[in-house]
């Protein structure tokens, strides 16, 4: 499994509908596509919301970010997320 970081912004109309029912919808999309939420947390700045996931590939991601958006109106960026230690190793040859 890969890890994503999914960097989200809120539009006025999702703004209404926050509530604990739309996270667990939203964190059972991302079961219902073999993945786990590692964490979201709420975020002060150019975004507001961080969704940490692991998912099976880069493709699953895509779905996973558009259905997301779908349920729940907030505009993602999805980026693949690599271990520090692996990517030092990748960096050095």
Sequence with gaps: ????VM???YTPASIG???A?????AEEV?????????????LLG???LVLIVELPDVETAMRVSLE????TGVG???APAVDVARFDALASG
């Design 7 to 9: 960097l989200g912004r």
């Design 68 to 71: 997301l958006t779908r349920l």
């Design 46 to 48: 150019a975004f507001d």
């Design 17 to 19: 509908d926050i509530s």
């Design 1 to 4: 499994m890969a890890k994503f």
């Design 30 to 42: 991302i079961r219902a596509h073999g993945g786990e939420t590692i964490g979201i947390y709420a």
């Design 76 to 78: 993602f960026q999805t």
């Design 21 to 25: 029912s739309r996270t667990e919808g």
